[in-house]
């Protein structure tokens, strides 16, 4: 029985295939984080319709307020927690967009799903945050109950006719509201 030279591989090629890979793939561990930071993460809002539910708050500054009374304006109802790390996360982008959008008639509540004010309070102090849209304690859960939803962050976008025309439940990335709900405000 003849065997052929070329059947069996040196050593020093299965030790220069084993350090390619090994090279690969540090490069791809290094690579991944960086592209995957520079795409901001989002949930993706699922189609919805149905008539906004009556709620009423009241705010942080002490205004009561109905959803109701946001007719003719597109409306961002987000339940959230200061507990909950994504919503805590999902704040600033929020506040960028609202301050891009409040003069398009863009309202946005944040719902604090069982928290009572000086909770809030206390988490934007701790924070440093400076949040102008519409802050609401929840401690009832309201909104959450109302919508059905069990987990935190949530959103639901209410069109200026007041139905519910785009479900979040996860954190919003900017990119996302520009092109889910930019378009809403553009109608």
Known sequence: MQTSSNSKQPPWVWL???????????????TLPKMVAQEEASAIPVEVNFPAPDLH????DGDTI????????????????????PCRDEMPTLEAYYQAHADQGFVLIAAAAHEYPFEIKDFLE?????????????PQEAAMQAFHQTRLPASYVIDRDGTVR?????????RYLEKYVTPLLEK
């Open 166 to 174: 785009l479900m979040w439940v996860g954190a919003i990335s900017r």
């Open 57 to 60: 708050f009241t705010t942080l």
């Open 126 to 138: 701790k924070e440093n945050l400076q949040l102008s849209f519409i802050i609401a304690p929840d």
């Open 16 to 30: 220069l295939a084993g350090v390619g890979l090994i090279v690969l793939g540090v490069a791809a561990w290094l």
């Open 66 to 85: 109905a959803l109701s009374d946001y007719r003719g304006q597109v409306v961002l109802l987000n339940n959230w927690a200061t507990w909950c790390p």
